[in-house]
């Protein structure tokens, strides 16, 4: 058994795949704890994992809800740069807090979000050695792909790879003052300085993502130590969610959800129902925690059913079309059960993801600025018509369906980071 801590971030996106290998760790013998901010507490507890509270000066209890306030009324550049924001104060509180209480814990071994602020540096300075866990798009930097937070599609021609580079320098450029603060940090603890944030702060031993090779650009210069497993799902990392299955009726069913951060903007909402309510469809949609109200949408179309939460998976299970913000657990579940998608991306890495879905043939996208009730009812049609979209959805399920993710994420931590903890290699 070893001692294995988690470093993730606070956003259901990232926190529900980290608990999924969390319980998968547990049951295979492990001690799992995780190190989170105090309004996650009570959902990692209820998962049957540990929870050690860190940064509760500058996130006390509630605190989380004024921060996905303001996220979900972000978009674009503005919803970029309020990330950088809280990066850089979840780095302060990380590099103050989690050494101590790391140490205390008797931890072995980290598992550490991808884009986690300072965990690498903290697990450096404890000499701590960890995987690197992607819940969202790969930011790994190579010549043919751009940037997850860009748009654009797979071009490893000699104008892509220009066109590329530019694109990763824009965002090393806006990711200076994290660097440069992680980098203060770094020199005081007498360790090498960043030069690719990103790039440098991905373990040496494992990469793992939860994307599955059939759904990502061709790649040709990803490191041995990278791994692509498939979607991170465990019953116990989920909440349960009712639903009143009696009110499906036997229409194609559309599935839509702006996701957990960027969902309060009310007008996207409105816009899917007014696209629906001429078609010969049902349509759920969740708010999936906004702070929108039925209330806030007036009169609601008779075909559309509107929820707070909903349950998400099996739902997909039952439906012929997902309308989504292209976060990578979704656009993963709806190909888990082979069903394409309409990308309406909004902030961070929903532009590569949506980008992925035109390129795999899985869907279409339908940019923020573009989007209007009659472009979004074409594209529905379109999509629900042309059985296209849903074959090549199903040949990527049928990837996902042979993948063996939790087990896999389970042995690749084990074989390559804990052979490397003497401890637990004397225990063993």
Known sequence: MAYIGFLSLYATGHLNPSMAFGRALKERGHSVTFFNLADTGRVITESGLQFVPFGLGEYPEGALQQIFEKMGKLQGAAGFQYFLERMMTLARSSFRDLPRLIEANQIDALVIDQLFPGGATVAEHLGLSYASLASAAPVNREPGIPPPTLPWGYDASNRGIARNEKGWQQIAQAFTPWRDMENAQRKVWGLDPY??????????????????????????SLPPTFHYVGPLHHSSARKQVSFDWERLNDKPLIYASMGTQQNNLRWIFRTIMDACTTLDVQVVISLAGSSLQASDFGEIPENVILVSYAPQRKLLGRSRLCITHAGLNTALEALSHGVPMIAIPITNDQPGVAARIQWTGTGE????????????????????????????????????????????????????????????????
């Open 365 to 428: 996208t339908l940019p923020l600025d573009q989007l209007q009730a009659d472009q979004l009812r074409e594209m529905i049609v379109k999509v629900l018509e042309e059985p296209r979209y849903r074959e090549r959805a199903q040949i990527i399920r049928q990837a996902i369906v042979h993948a063996s993710p939790l087990d896999r994420a389970c042995e690749i931590l084990e074989e390559d980071v804990l052979a490397h903890v003497a401890d637990f290699a004397g225990r063993a």
């Open 195 to 220: 030069d690719d944030l990103l790039e440098d702060e991905l373990s040496p031993l494992a990469q793992i993502t939860q994307m599955v090779e059939a759904f990502d650009f061709p790649r040709r």
